[in-house]
């Protein structure tokens, strides 16, 4: 837990920061993003490079957090698990989510276009370290595009 030393209220800094990474290199002159990559590496498991993805959360991030760092109370998970929430696997495919079915019990009418999700994200670059990285890295793959 020393990510907690220096500050009890903020677990962004159990992460890397911009300070110990560096500043993300600057865009080529027309470089249009790829708002698709994240889906892909997600279904892929793999990124660019072959890493495995998402990658894996250091054991730290997965504890009880209380309010004030502590290994227990953590209210807040103890909510999240206590309500019934049912969703589509992120990793279902289009061809998966065609062949099995909904979760909802309902089938997508044949020549029926799937919906299709682009989550935005507005901020500012002092968070991408931090809050991006770890949307990135959790729930953006599941969407079909993304971009902050």
């Known amino acids: 837990r020393d990510c907690f030393k220096a500050s009890t209220t903020d677990c962004a800094l159990c992460r890397n920061l911009e300070s110990q990474t560096g500043p993300a290199p600057p865009a080529p002159d027309g470089w249009i993003p790829d708002v698709t990559v994240l889906r892909r590496m997600y279904l892929g498991g793999k990124d660019g490079d072959g890493n495995p993805w998402p ?15 502590g290994k227990t109370g953590d209210i807040n998970k103890k909510c999240l698990d206590a309500i019934p929430v049912v969703g589509e696997p992120l990793g279902k495919s289009e061809t998966q ?3 099995e079915g909904l979760s909802n019990g309902k089938e997508i009418p044949e020549g029926t276009a799937m919906p299709r999700l ?23 793959g599941g969407g079909d595009g993304f971009l902050a």
Request: net charge negative; hydrophobic share 45%; aromatic share 8%.
């Open 118 to 140: 682009m989550c935005l994200v507005y901020t500012m670059a002092s968070e991408h370290s931090t809050r991006i990285r770890a949307i990135r890295e959790t729930w953006a």
């Open 97 to 99: 989510a065609r062949a």
């Open 55 to 69: 990658p894996a959360l250091p054991d730290v991030l997965c504890e009880d957090v209380s309010f004030n760092g």
